[in-house]
């Protein structure tokens, strides 16, 4: 599985498919934690804040992730959140749930975005090879209109 890396350049349909994926994590993430709060409330619990605090930069993280793909950490982060929201089935245990599913789609998006970023460079290079294939090779230049 040469297509799960934890650092580097990712392709273009990598990074949207990876992006997706951890920008809906996100929403879901914030949503845990406001079942976090409302949970530590109900029990009387003083560290309610706490948790959507935590809850919440882990949510806004992963979103910015999203758009930090394109840089040789952002895959790095996104791991680190992958394991981040595994993490908050300690407090919210349905969450363990939720972070193996999106660890599921993490991981499958990386190798169908890498396989789909590979089919998109055979196919380029086949259409240039047609083109350079069927192109009139000259050894004159061409002129232009205004060369009269």
């Excluded at 349909?13 to 996100?26: E, P």
């Excluded at 845990?32 to 935590?54: D, F, W």
């Excluded at 882990?58 to 992730?65: E, N, Q």
Aim: aromatic fraction near 6%; charge should be positive; charged fraction near 15%.
């Amino acid at each position: 599985m040469s297509a799960v890396t934890p650092y580097g350049p990712l392709g273009k349909m990598t990074r949207r498919l990876l992006g997706v994926v951890i920008a809906t994590q996100g929403l879901v993430v914030f949503f845990g934690a406001l079942v976090a709060r409302a949970l530590a409330s109900a029990r009387g619990s003083h560290t309610s804040g706490a948790l959507l605090l935590i809850g919440s930069l882990v949510a806004v993280l992963c979103i910015l992730d999203a758009g930090l793909l394109g840089r040789p950490w952002g895959i790095t982060l996104g791991w680190v959140l992958q394991l981040a929201t595994l993490a908050c089935a300690f407090i919210v245990p349905v969450m363990l749930l939720v972070g193996l599913l999106f660890a599921a789609l993490w991981l499958t998006a990386l190798v169908q975005g890498r396989n789909m970023d590979e089919h998109t460079r055979a196919v380029d290079a086949q259409w240039h090879a047609a083109q350079e294939k069927s192109a009139p090779h000259t050894s004159e230049p061409r002129r232009s209109v205004d060369d009269g």
